[in-house]
């Protein structure tokens, strides 16, 4: 075989098909998880609405195959699940560079293309590297606040994603032979215990990524993957605190709305404030109302609420972003409201505010969420007023459902009959 031009560039001797396939390996088992949890908030964003959706995105339809009724119990589901997401990707972040760095060789393969098959293989490759950072990119900057989608955060993420996998699972299939046998070449308990004076490059073999002259090691196996997990440790701990809150959330300097949570009952993460989402506080005041539409209509002061019956439930706001924070909210049922104009069992809501633009002022709920006796349009929280940026006069509150959908400075219900 002829040299690809600068080939000796590449001469870590502990590049081989052990090490990618070990790197490999973790992401085979981490990727389908991320997957997963990805298609379940995308379900909770989208749950099936009878027709109705909360993505508007046109041709969902067939990668939509899957949606169902997100359900309103556990109420920590989606807490959790996206908590796994966002945490899990970030922990891939370090694996899927080194496994990137572990196959730099193939990129300068010589020729680059051999036969039919191996030009299929390597357009493969285009999607799966491409289609990899696109979903992590997309993740990364909307978890940290930056929104650059000029088809929307949760389009560009599913589709890329589905993309993703589709070339994975092709990857998969090429390589999982290869892989097979670069795993039963070494032993991982061998390589943990071998250090740097004993580090000795694979044999060369068809693969390519084994050096051909290879350099003098300046890192074990070990020590790579020792760094490797060091730092998917570090970004865990830098930003799981804002999930899993307590004393952890210091912590999560990673997570732009992490935050430390103080003791005032309104002092907990605000994604959105008021002034960012042009809320005046002529709309807030005393003139505001609630318009209620179902078989009647009602319009309601915030006198009139909370002359109702008033309940409270202690529960989260998980968002997709990553970071939940749980609090007692005190308000009326929703399904009380809908009884209000008539309509005993809602087939669901459009819940529409006061914010006109930006993104995330209106949202739909199905019916499980409405009849769920602890979704609630909260008027207070932790025993005070809302405060502005929390949604005052009014905000919903479901279990289980995703924070987008906990709308704040509500004007409008509908309810699906
Ligand atoms: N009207 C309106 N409601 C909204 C939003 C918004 O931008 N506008 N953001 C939503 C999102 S994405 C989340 S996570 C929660 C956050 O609620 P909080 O700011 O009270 O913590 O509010 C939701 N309600
Ligand atoms: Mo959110």
């Not at 071998?194 to 990524?209: F, H, N």
């Not at 998980?318 to 749980?326: L, R």
Request: proline share 7%.
């Amino acid at each position: 075989m002829n040299a690809p031009p600068g080939k000796d560039i590449w001469r870590s001797p502990i590049r081989g098909p052990w090490l990618t396939s070990i790197l490999g390996l973790v992401l085979l088992v981490g990727l389908p998880v991320l997957f997963l949890t990805g298609l379940l908030s995308y379900a909770a964003y989208d749950p099936a609405l009878g027709g109705r959706f909360n993505d508007p995105t046109p041709g969902k339809g067939i990668l939509g195959f899957y949606l169902f009724e997100w359900p309103t119990r556990p109420a920590w589901l989606f807490w959790l699940t996206q908590g796994i997401h966002v945490i899990g990707g970030l922990m891939l972040v370090p694996v899927l560079l080194a496994k990137l760095w572990s196959v730099i060789p193939k990129l300068f393969a010589w020729p680059p293309v051999r036969s039919l098959a191996h030009l299929l293989e390597r357009l493969s490759l285009l999607l799966l590297v491409g289609g990899g950072i696109f979903v992590f990119v997309t993740g990364i900057l909307n978890i940290q606040y930056v929104y650059v989608f000029p088809a929307g955060f949760y389009a560009s993420h599913f589709y890329g994603a589905w993309v993703f996998v589709a070339a994975l699972a092709l990857h998969v299939i090429l390589k999982a032979r290869t892989m097979v046998t670069a795993l039963r070449s070494r032993s991982i308990w061998n390589e943990l215990r071998t250090g740097l004076a004993d580090t000795r490059p694979e044999p060369a073999d068809a693969t390519g990524l084994v050096a051909t002259v290879p350099a003098e090691p300046t890192v074990s196996r070990r020590g790579a993957l020792g760094f490797v997990a060091a730092g998917s440790a570090l970004l865990a701990l830098l930003s799981a605190g804002q999930t899993i809150g307590g004393p952890l959330r210091r912590l999560a300097v990673l997570a732009p709305r992490g935050g430390i949570e103080g003791p005032g009952p309104n002092d907990f993460v605000v994604n959105k404030t008021a002034a960012y989402r042009r809320i005046t506080p002529a709309q807030t005041g005393p003139s505001w109302r609630l318009n209620l539409r179902g078989f009647d209509s009602v319009s309601l002061s915030r006198s009139d609420l909370l002359a109702l019956t008033l309940h409270s439930e202690r529960l989260p706001i998980a968002c997709v972003e990553g970071w939940t924070t749980v609090q007692t909210w005190t308000g009326v049922r929703l399904a009380d409201l809908a009884a209000l104009v008539g309509v005993r069992e809602a087939t669901g809501v459009a819940v529409e505010s006061m914010q006109r633009g930006g993104g995330f002022g209106s949202a739909n709920l199905a019916g499980n969420q409405v009849r769920d006796l602890r979704s609630l349009l909260a008027l207070r929280v932790n025993g005070a007023d809302l405060s502005l940026d929390h949604g005052f006069p009014a905000r919903i509150i479901v279990p289980n459902a995703p924070g987008v959908h906990c709308t704040k400075w509500v004007s409008r219900l509908t309810f699906w009959t």
